[in-house]
């Protein structure tokens, strides 16, 4: 069979996410749907899809909305940010001996989640987060933000956001001499990205990321990277070095 594919951008509004799903279905009528950015956005179209008995396989998010509870269209493939966040913390805490960890998240479902998964490794510890940070979508000023950060003494913070907010605060952060261990989710994973938007500042940056060690791809990657870049820790444990 042929397949023919449609590509839309929504710029990460829900309102548009919405208009571009009806489109989809009502006027062009796809037999499915494939990827797509975003916890909010994603959420705009998600009923909609399933009511329409539209297959949608890997959504690029790893909300709990896709799935609890188990939908028959819905095809999720991402790790759960509860999940992801929860061993992130356990990493700082565990493996690198941060005492003080600081949380800064996109006030919305995405960063809610990954929220959640913090506070629960901290509340099974008997610890308690330095400090829980949220920002809007559109706010661009985060001066008040690493403030608050930087207030805490925290010597890590986690990053639940997306890249320009990341480059942001690093940015306001060096500036005004904050450096903590910063730690994120798998959204800012894209290294070479991130180092760009950020200017040289995600040097040293540990972030989660996920991939199948049984794969002969990623065992073709893993022996490659032993061999040109020795330094370098292998993708063999929870975490990744940046």
Not at 4 to 29: H, M, N, S
Request: no cysteine; hydrophobic share 40%; charged share 25%.
């Amino acid at each position: 069979r042929k397949i023919k594919y449609f590509l839309r951008d929504d710029g990460y509004q829900p309102a548009k996410t919405k208009a571009i799903g009806k489109e989809l279905v009502e006027k062009i009528g796809v037999f499915g749907v494939v990827g797509g950015v975003g916890t909010s956005t994603g959420m705009a179209v998600r009923d909609m899809l399933a009511e329409s008995k539209v297959p949608w396989v890997g959504p690029s998010t790893g909300s709990t909305h896709w799935t609890i509870p188990f939908q028959k269209y819905l095809f999720a493939l991402y790790p759960r940010y509860v999940d992801e966040a929860y061993l992130l913390t356990q990493y700082a805490v565990e493996k690198m001996g941060k005492k003080k960890i600081a949380f800064f998240y996109q006030n919305d479902d995405y960063g809610k989640e990954g929220l959640k998964g913090a506070v629960k490794y901290m509340e099974e510890k008997g610890l308690k987060l330095a400090a829980e940070v949220p920002v809007e979508v559109t706010d661009t000023d985060l001066k008040s933000h690493a403030l608050k950060l930087k207030e805490t003494g925290a010597d890590a913070v986690i990053l639940w956001v997306l890249p320009k907010h990341a480059a942001i605060l690093l940015g306001v952060s060096k500036a005004m001499g904050f450096q903590p261990q910063w730690i994120s989710s798998s959204t800012l994973s894209d290294s070479y990205l991130m180092f760009k938007v950020t200017k040289g500042l995600w040097e040293g940056v540990v972030y989660g990321n996920f991939l199948d060690l049984d794969s002969p791809l990623v065992k073709t990657y893993i022996a490659a990277q032993k061999k040109f870049a020795p330094k370098e820790l292998p993708p063999t444990s929870r975490a990744t070095h940046s």
